[in-house]
């Protein structure tokens, strides 16, 4: 079984402008999360998408958002670009998205912003 | 989703049992202890987890409190491979968030 994917794995955008990146997950998942890693804040929770509904969300800004399309498929979206949303972001399934349901991490997109 | 406390770091012996420990004193009833793993330039990924009763896997072995409100991750032998970040997670109530944390840094010697 193929594992979650991400595209694409690395990116650099400028200050200002907008940035889609997207997650496939493990098929047979139909909850997909979303988490920023950076070296001072750690990995910090985005938000969750359960057959195509948000679930969940983590104390980000507005500028932050997501989607997941009926394949549970998932895309995360960053407007406005600001020096500080250089980050690995990271996505991850899981079958339900419960309480004991492990999550199956992509190895992330990194975005550099100038 | 109650937050854990974890070492900022530990060392090991290859081929030498580890034992990571992991603070949760608010835990509740219904939260799940999960633990992750993330080796350098990885994505994080899943080691084992329980509700109260000690839990064995191929990876690892954990260890639950009486009380629930600690856990040890056991580690029977450390390799070189095990080198990673160890994140001690809980999960469960309304938000079903996985809070992250800072984790322990484990540094196999050889």
């Known amino acids: 079984k193929a594992g979650v994917t991400q595209t694409p794995r690395y990116l650099i955008k400028t200050r200002g402008q907008q940035v889609t990146l997207s997650c496939s997950p493990i098929?047979?998942?139909?909850?997909v999360s979303w988490y920023q890693q950076t070296p001072g804040q750690g990995l910090q929770f985005l938000f969750e998408?359960?057959?195509?509904?948000?679930?969940n969300k983590g104390n980000f800004p507005g500028r932050f958002s997501g989607r997941q399309f009926s394949n549970s498929r998932s895309e995360m979206n960053v407007s406005t670009l600001e020096l500080g949303d250089s980050a690995l972001y990271l996505c991850?399934?899981?079958?339900?998205?419960?309480?004991?349901?492990?999550?199956?991490f992509g190895p992330g997109t990194r975005l550099t912003v100038l | 989703d109650a937050k854990t406390t974890q070492p900022n770091s530990m060392e090991s012996n290859e081929e030498e049992p580890v034992h990571l420990p992991c603070n949760h004193s608010?835990?509740?009833?219904?939260?799940?202890i999960h633990w992750y793993r993330q080796l350098p330039s990885q994505g994080p990924e899943y080691v084992i987890h329980?509700?109260?009763s000690n839990v064995n896997n191929r990876m690892a072995s954990l260890a639950i409190a009486e009380d629930r409100k600690s856990s040890t991750l056991i580690l029977h032998r450390a390799t070189l491979r095990d080198a990673a970040v160890y994140y001690c997670?809980?999960?469960?109530?309304?938000?079903?968030?996985?809070?992250f944390g800072t984790g322990t840094s484990l540094t196999v010697i050889p």
């Open positions: 997670i809980l999960r469960g109530g309304t938000g079903n968030q996985f809070y």
């Open positions: 329980g509700l109260t």
């Open positions: 608010t835990i509740s009833g219904t939260d799940y």
């Open positions: 991850a399934s899981s079958l339900g998205g419960t309480s004991y349901n492990e999550q199956f």
């Open positions: 098929s047979g998942h139909r909850s």
């Open positions: 998408y359960f057959s195509e509904t948000q679930r």
